[in-house]
């Protein structure tokens, strides 16, 4: 697939601090990429950095073909920028901000005009389009602040932290854009601070470290590069129960949920042993689930740091 990202030995320091010490990322057109990493791991800077907001110390950026540093304008005429912060204005109306972004990006008035009344529709922000800002919700000014990012219809949109401090309901609003924006064939690289976002919007994850990059992959190819998958058997009765025991020589019983655990990498490979053991020995199960490591886990495992202290204000 052509790449939309590619970044190759990025490396950033402040002063003697290194933020980034040589990443490599390549991101596919039309995908939506994740970027995670525990606070101070260079997520931000990175996404900076690409939007040339920043400039590297060394190593090449290419975004939509085009160099960060020998061509920002071509850079910048192809990406939308929605940072952690809303960049709305609260003076404005809804309406009064998308067209100020529409006047910004020389759209003619004609057609900053249709295009701030689609947006206003695909945001559900009609009703609320001539309100003062400070009638809106969290959430109605985060989709706001999405709408004024496509104002210009970018080829590739950084979301960095789209979603925090949002109540369920926007989140899943805010999903559902996301979704609908790598389906039409824009790119989207995201840093989030829920793990849980990354898995379910993100084609591939990288996870970024002490400016490093520890791991990457789609989200199943992450969970399977630590421990702790299982297969859990529910069986009818206390004899059947220690019978798949036998056969399956692993796993401590529960006589009183009638259950056994075996360890498992989660793959086809291993469920299908475990079923040809019963089946050798005339075992059947009453059912079967799957339990594989969550990203979480994931998380813990490549940095050291717990869920409660992954995140804070992105560096």
Known sequence: MTSAIAIHA??????????LDGIDLDVAAGTVYALLGPNGAGKTTTVHILSTLLAPDSGE????????VREPAA??????????????????????????????RHLGRSEGRRRVAELLERFDLVDAARKPLATYSGGMRRRLDLAMTLVARPQIVFL????????????????????ELAAAGTTILLTTQYLDEADELAGRIAVLDHGVIVAEGTP?????????????????????????????GSGEPDDETLALEVASDGS????????????????????????TPDLDDVFFALTGHDVDAREGVAS
């Open 10 to 19: 990025l490396r950033k320091s402040f002063g003697t601090d290194v933020v």
């Open 61 to 68: 950026v290419r975004i939509a073909g085009h160099d960060v």
């Open 75 to 104: 850079v910048r005429a192809a990406i939308g920028l929605t940072g952690q912060f809303s960049a709305v204005d609260g003076l404005l109306t809804g309406e009064e901000n998308l067209q100020l972004m529409a006047d910004l």
């Open 160 to 179: 960095d932290e789209p979603t925090t401090g949002l109540d369920p309901r926007s989140r899943a609003e805010m999903w559902r854009v996301v979704r």
């Open 220 to 248: 199943a190819e992450l969970k399977r590069l630590v421990p702790g998958g299982r297969i859990r058997l529910e069986f009818d009765d206390p004899t059947v129960l220690r019978a798949a025991a036998v056969a399956l």
């Open 268 to 291: 086809l490979a291993s469920l299908r042993d475990v079923m040809d053991r019963l089946d050798r020995d005339g075992v059947e199960a009453r059912s079967l689930t799957i339990h």
